[in-house]
């Protein structure tokens, strides 16, 4: 089992700039491939960002590629998603996920591949 937990997030202006964070315990973070998924009010949730266990792969939706990074620090348990150049389209409950990994180099997209997960924490950008 590990435990999930999303900060950063907040109400900002379109253009402006907010890093979130997961921080995880209960088990070795090394083990797991983290992602980071969002969820609009009457929209299914989506896929955002993922990283491998090795940090060497990243994954990005096309409507976030150039403007979000992710990155991880394995000493600190914890996983950011550092979103630039935020949008109106971008406000939603931002949720971070986490899969036990075999293979250190694989990034999982899909929902159903993550068991685990965060309460969300909300990102509200106006336009």
């Known amino acids: 089992q590990v435990q999930l937990v999303e900060s950063g997030g907040g109400l900002v202006q379109a253009g402006a700039s907010l890093r979130l964070s997961c921080a995880a315990s209960g088990r070795t973070f090394i083990n797991f491939a983290m992602g980071w998924f969002r969820q609009a009010p009457g929209k299914e949730r989506e896929f955002v960002s993922g990283i491998s266990r090795n940090s060497v792969i990243t994954d990005f939706a096309n409507s976030v590629k150039g403007r979000f990074t992710i990155s991880r620090d394995n000493a600190k348990n914890t996983v950011f998603l550092q979103m630039d150049s935020l949008k109106p389209e971008d406000t939603a409950v931002y949720y971070c996920?986490?899969?036990?990994?075999?293979?250190?180099?694989?990034?999982?997209?899909?929902?159903?591949?993550?068991?685990?997960w965060g309460q969300g924490t909300q990102v509200t950008v106006s336009s």
């Open positions: 996920a986490a899969r036990v990994g075999a293979n250190p180099a694989y990034v999982a997209a899909k929902e159903s591949e993550y068991p685990y």
